[in-house]
């Protein structure tokens, strides 16, 4: 018996360009010259190499609209699945290099966490990833012409990654947000901002060196504390 599989070109090209494409093989029997069977697969190709452009179907598989009566960051926190730590760990198997940022957020359709990456490539890259099963959504190179130099110098020596900021304010609520902020001082600190379960939104720094977890200021933990909308 002989096994033909045919692929078009088109199909072909669209394989090469990290799109789907559906093959049909047909089997024939050369001494009754007739099809048997024939049967169709997909196949979705790996992504093509950190560090590239990479766009799913971009949905999220916890449905969920970005809402206006305030209660939007406890809805998120109770929804996600993954957690901080797991969305950074899933953004650097995507883009290796160093996490400066992560945010839960329901802006487009479906629960997802925006991760900012650093890359070794030396670019800042954007990852989208599926708050429920921490799959990749979206990736793209962040071409903004925002000077980040200060924030890369002080994670050149951190010893406290921005996931290790989140173990360390998991204890306070569920992690949404971390964000490595020079607001606060004269050097730039982690800051995690957390929902606990009666959906009260608290804001924690945490030294990028010692690892040392301190409340914010009053004033942002006041703005936390009374507006539970999202930024």
Known sequence: MKRHLIIAT??????????TVTAVAAN????????????????????????????????????????????????????????????????????????TGLDLDADRPGLVWDAEVF??????????????????????????????????AALDNARTTAADAARSAAPRGTVTSVELDDDHGPKPAWEVETVTKDGKEHTVLVDPQSGKLTAAPAQDADDNDDDGSDD
């Open 28 to 99: 024939s029997d050369s001494g009754s010259g007739g099809a048997r069977s024939s049967a169709q697969q997909t196949a979705h190709t790996a992504p093509s190499g950190p560090g590239t452009a990479q766009v799913q179907d971009g949905r999220s598989s916890i449905r969920m609209a970005d809402g206006n009566d305030g209660q939007g960051d406890s809805r998120e926190a109770k929804a996600a699945k993954v957690t901080a730590p797991d969305a950074a760990a899933a953004a650097l198997k995507a883009v290796p290099g160093t996490v």
């Open 119 to 152: 890359g070794k490539d030396g670019k800042q890259h954007e990852v989208t990833l599926d708050a429920g099963t921490a799959r990749v959504l979206n990736q793209h190179v962040d071409r903004g012409d925002d000077d980040r130099g200060r924030q890369r």
């Open 10 to 19: 088109a199909a072909a090209a669209a394989l090469l360009a990290g799109g």
